[in-house]
Structures are given as C-alpha cells and as structure tokens.
C-alpha cells in the first residue's frame, strides 16, 4: 500500500489519477484528476504541503519535498522526467522538468519552460516563461522554440493517456518463460525530440 497518514493528514488522490503501487505518498499530498505518478516515487508530504495540478506528472524514481510551511507545487499539465528531485519549489503550467534535474527551494520554474536533463536550479531561482534552462548550476539558454512547445505537450498528453491506460490495464502478473513468436508492440507515435528535430 503505497499510502501513509501523517498525524491527522492522508493524501488526497483523485479517482482518475493514477498512482503506482510501489511509489509511496506521505501525508499531506494532494493529487488532481488526470495526473500520473510513476514506480518508486517519493511524496513526502510530512513537512509541507505537495500538489500535483489536473494533467500533470512525476515519472518512476522521482522524489518530492519541501520544508514545514511551505508548498510544493506541479502546476496543471506540469511535466517531470525520471529521478529528478523537487524541493520546495513551484514548476509552472506545462513545464518540462529533465530526467535528473534538481530544483531547489523557492525556485519558480515558469509556465512552458524547459530544464535540461542533469541540470541544477539553485534556490530562489526564477525563470522566465518558455526558456531553456540547462547545466548544473542551471542558465538560461534560449527561448523555447513552438516546435518544442508542442513536442513537449505531445509527450504530457502521452502520460495522460497513460494514467487512463494504467487504470484499466496495469495489473500483476507472472513473467513469461520466453517471448511469443508474434509478439505484439505496444502503440504509439510519440518520439524523442532528436527524431522529431529530423
């Protein structure tokens, strides 16, 4: 059971939200209609409040947190790729958090920004909206082109299919001796940004 109360507060997940068996929810989480949440990530909402808006998602591995009295936030359709960490900070409506960045206290990442993967956002920081934000500390690099923008949507809706899919779909199983000669591939047509560039 990936739930837990902390003294008089238990998470709040929407019933069209999905949230992973082994991810683990803590306290005081609040989780809106639509938005996914990946295997083994972390909501430790024992300090302050964490909230996922409508759409949004934290992908397997991720860890969220934040000091006692202040919140943080994943805005509406708010997009955070495998193993980064979020602590105390705000990401705006349909912003790309890369796979490993680390966002740091009071930083506000700005509506339709991107973070690059591995970067770091010192605390404080606030970036303009749609701006590529990249290394490690993190600066800005350009604006984010409309090609981007909708890649970046694309792959956001992908996820909210995918909560639905789960929802009906994901279930235990035993693994299978060896694959079947005609084993189906999964469906789908979304693609890295590098192919999608070509």
């Known amino acids: 059971?990936?739930?837990?109360?902390?003294?008089?507060?238990?998470?709040?997940?929407?019933?069209t939200a999905f949230v992973h068996p082994t991810a683990v929810l803590i306290g005081d989480v609040i989780i809106a209609p639509g938005c996914y949440v990946g295997p083994?990530?972390?909501?430790?909402?024992?300090?302050?409040r964490l909230i996922l808006e409508e759409g949004a998602n934290l992908q397997d591995n991720c860890v969220m947190h934040s000091f006692p009295g202040h919140e943080a936030v994943i805005e509406a359709a708010g997009h955070v790729g495998h193993g980064a960490i979020l602590h105390g900070c705000?990401?705006?409506?349909?912003?790309?958090?890369?796979?490993?960045?680390?966002?740091?206290?009071?930083?506000?990442?700005?509506?339709?920004?991107?973070?690059?993967?591995?970067?770091?956002i010192k605390a404080g920081t606030v970036t303009a909206p749609a701006t590529l934000w990249a290394?490690?500390?993190?600066?800005?690099?350009?604006?984010v082109s409309e090609q981007e923008r909708a890649w970046?949507?694309?792959g956001t809706q992908e996820y909210q299919?995918?909560?639905?899919?789960?929802?009906?779909?994901?279930?235990?199983?035993?693994?299978?001796?060896?694959?079947?000669?005609?084993?189906?591939?999964?469906?789908?047509?979304?693609?890295?940004?590098?192919?999608?560039?070509?």
Do not use: H, W
């Open 40 to 48: 083994n990530a972390v909501l430790r909402g024992d300090f302050g």
């Open 152 to 154: 970046k949507s694309q």
């Open 135 to 143: 290394g490690s500390p993190a600066r800005p690099v350009r604006a």
């Open 90 to 120: 705000r990401v705006g409506r349909n912003a790309l958090i890369g796979m490993n960045a680390v966002i740091m206290d009071k930083a506000e990442i700005g509506a339709d920004c991107i973070i690059g993967a591995m970067s770091f």
């Open 161 to 198: 299919t995918l909560a639905r899919r789960c929802l009906e779909g994901l279930s235990p199983c035993e693994p299978l001796a060896r694959a079947e000669p005609d084993r189906r591939r999964l469906a789908g047509s979304y693609a890295p940004l590098s192919e999608t560039r070509a």
């Open 1 to 15: 059971m990936p739930f837990y109360g902390f003294e008089d507060l238990r998470p709040v997940v929407d019933p």
